[in-house]
């Protein structure tokens, strides 16, 4: 029987080798899958970002951890999708057109795959088309933008204006972030909601779900 | 009229060129480059200690060589006397002498890297800075060595693929020709940069006019915005880039 406190230590030490090598025997053992991820790998993520918002972690573990969380998670989702449950919510992210800067956008979607959500990742300089493209295509239910640079921080508003014209603005629940951006822009151009960094940007993705019906 | 400079020395050669032709007496106090990588707050911080340092009685206005410089100028208060802000979003827009010639050129090349004098023999100014850069301090300023010795060979692997390297997705290195180089050795060091890096060179001929208008005090206002005493920068999301409204 698999020790599955290992898994929880695994993820937060963003040791993927060990997270995916417990994962395996306790799949083996019959263990749940829903309880590996609710019961052992969301609360350790959930301390990965304790840890980052007071600084005892940094970047780099985020990101090992979201790693570790995401090859268990590769093991465990087929089985979940076999038994009809759905991810955590949909997740289209990119960065606006102009902006070719991508460190930022990334973390930000390993962190979301790393809380149970499925992430398409549009890459750098995507055009609001593109999203739209994307949120019909994988029925999203948010779509992330960012920006590094005042110059393109416009383009995160014609995105958001692309969405209502070609009507899936509804839909979504639109997140923006990057360094220059603030709060009082994402209000300013009609955005659901704004994230200081990776970790922050999970919890908010969280808040913000629909209860279930 | 006697003006105070606070400058980014991003623009060092530039400025020295026009304050020694300069219509007035401009004193100038140059900041270290780079201030945008401490984040916006700190920056700010800096550039308000530096506004509040100045001797107000003793000057008709300051002027800040900066653009909004990743919204390290919002918020920036003066107290006693004008505070005049060139209209950009950074320091390429100083160099190529207008805000719409940079978005233009901006709109068919975004994946464009600047070189001036400034970046080829100040880059080593970031080092006093780097400390306090966001990248360092969120732990992504770590060089492949230092990875590897922290997280181990495998993990610095994917680290370094994942956070190593903030141009990756450039593919051009544009150098900007001011008049005030020397010689062809800046030009020779930004094109050795583009070949070892795989990237498109153009060199582009900059223009001095916005500068030299900051300097003599010619702020129209499509260009320039003269905050007065009480009020503060903020920002705007159009093409005038920065308004002033009241500090309270």
């Avoid at chain 2, 070949?195 to 006019?209: H, S, V």
Wanted: with cysteine; proline share 4%.
């Amino acid at each position: 029987m698999a020790d599955l406190q290992q898994l929880y230590e695994a993820v937060l030490n963003g040791d993927a080798k060990s997270a995916v090598a417990v994962t395996k025997e306790a799949l083996a053992g019959n263990v749940d899958p829903m309880t590996l991820v609710t019961k052992f790998m969301v609360p350790a993520m959930d301390e990965v970002g304790r840890r980052f918002e007071c600084e005892e972690y940094f970047v780099p573990e985020l990101l090992l951890a979201a790693r570790a969380m995401k090859g268990s998670l590769e093991l465990i989702r087929p089985l979940l999708t076999a038994s009809g449950a759905e991810p955590t919510g949909r997740v289209v992210i990119g960065t606006v057109k102009g902006d070719l800067h991508d460190i930022g956008k990334n973390l930000v979607g390993s962190l979301l795959e790393g809380g149970g959500f499925e992430v398409t990742d549009l890459g750098a300089d995507v055009s609001p088309e593109r999203f739209v493209e994307a949120i019909r295509a994988h029925n999203a239910d948010f779509i992330c933008l960012s920006a590094l640079l005042t110059v393109t921080m416009p383009a995160m508003k014609n995105v958001i204006e692309t969405l209502k014209s070609s009507g899936v603005r509804d839909q979504v629940k639109v997140l923006v972030g990057g360094a220059p951006v603030t709060r009082e822009y994402a209000a300013q151009i009609g955005a659901d909601g704004y994230a200081e960094n990776a970790s922050a940007a999970v919890h908010l993705a969280r808040s913000l779900l629909q209860p279930a019906a | 009229m006697r003006l105070k400079l606070i400058s980014c020395e991003i623009v060092f050669r530039e400025m020295c060129h026009l304050l020694a032709e300069a219509e007035h007496r401009v004193d100038v106090e140059f900041l270290p480059k780079g201030l945008h990588d401490i984040g916006a707050s700190s920056m700010r911080k800096r550039l308000q200690q530096a506004i509040d340092g100045v001797e107000a009685p003793e000057y008709d206005a300051i002027l800040l060589g900066y653009g909004l410089c990743g919204m390290g100028l919002a918020g920036l208060v003066t107290r006693h006397i004008p505070l005049v802000v060139p209209r950009a979003h950074d320091c390429i827009t100083l160099f190529l002498g207008s805000k719409q010639r940079y978005a233009d050129y901006f709109a068919d090349h975004s994946g464009v890297y600047f070189r001036t004098t400034g970046w080829l023999e100040r880059a080593e100014n970031m080092n006093q800075l780097q400390q306090f850069s966001i990248q360092s301090k969120s732990g992504m300023g770590m060089s492949y060595p230092e990875l590897v010795e922290k997280y181990g060979q495998e993990n610095a692997d994917y680290l370094w693929e994942q956070i190593g390297d903030f141009v990756r997705n450039y593919r051009q290195l544009t150098f900007i020709e001011m008049g005030v180089e020397q010689n062809g050795r800046f030009e020779q060091q930004a094109r050795a940069e583009a070949g070892e890096r795989d990237w498109k060179f153009e060199k582009l001929r900059g223009d001095l006019g916005l500068l030299r208008r900051l300097v003599n005090a010619q702020w129209d206002p499509e260009d320039f915005l003269v905050v007065k005493p009480g009020e503060k920068i903020v920002v705007r999301y159009d093409d005038s880039i920065i308004a002033a409204e009241p500090a309270s």
